[in-house]
């Protein structure tokens, strides 16, 4: 409550409202959005992102598997999107697992430039691979490193760098 201030009563309506959910069409498998057997409702800030309802399961669909569009929490989505990436640029997700943010990068490279996707934690990397390759994405190399490491190995190399560190 003292934290929050006014917006604490707006804060505790937003927990009896419907969960947001919402999932990301994959670029790199088709230019169009497929016909799918849900409701989706485009997102604002995300040029591939959609809201579906809570009633509704894509994740059972084949076509997830195929890795035609990938579940993603709707805020989730705003990062990568600011990041500002273009084909051509060399970008680096630091904190990558699961991968829904650099395979929404992918996206943006749109096969040109360069993605290294890494994953500090060696379970959480072997789930980022499975993504990466599910999700079509082929120019983008998928690592197990700790920061140190990769800036004592590639100072200066990246356009782009996303962090967003995990809370844990």
């Keep these: 409550r003292q934290?929050?201030?006014?917006?604490y009563e707006a804060f505790l309506a937003s927990y009896h409202r419907p969960r947001a959910l919402g999932l990301r069409l994959n670029p790199l498998k088709t230019d169009?959005?497929?016909?799918?057997?849900?409701?989706?409702?485009?997102?604002?800030?995300?040029?591939?992102?959609?809201w579906y309802p809570s009633e509704e399961r894509p994740g059972l669909h084949p076509w997830h598997e195929a890795g035609l569009y990938y579940l993603q929490e709707p805020s989730a989505m705003a990062p990568a999107?600011?990041?500002?990436?273009?084909?051509?640029?060399?970008?680096?997700?630091?904190?990558?697992?699961?991968?829904?943010?650099?395979?929404?990068?992918?996206?943006?490279?749109?096969?040109?430039?360069f993605l290294l996707a890494n994953e500090i934690h060696p379970k959480r990397a072997l789930i980022l691979s499975r993504n990466m390759e599910r999700m079509g994405v082929w120019n983008a190399l998928v690592t197990n490193e700790t920061p140190a490491r990769l800036a004592q190995r590639l100072p200066g190399y990246f356009h782009r760098v996303l962090v967003d560190a995990p809370c844990s």
């Design 3 to 7: 934290q929050l201030g006014p917006e």
């Design 32 to 50: 169009r959005p497929p016909i799918l057997p849900f409701t989706l409702s485009p997102l604002p800030w995300a040029a591939y992102g959609f």
């Design 81 to 113: 999107e600011l990041l500002g990436v273009e084909p051509g640029l060399r970008v680096l997700d630091l904190c990558a697992a699961p991968g829904g943010k650099s395979t929404q990068i992918a996206g943006r490279l749109n096969g040109r430039g």
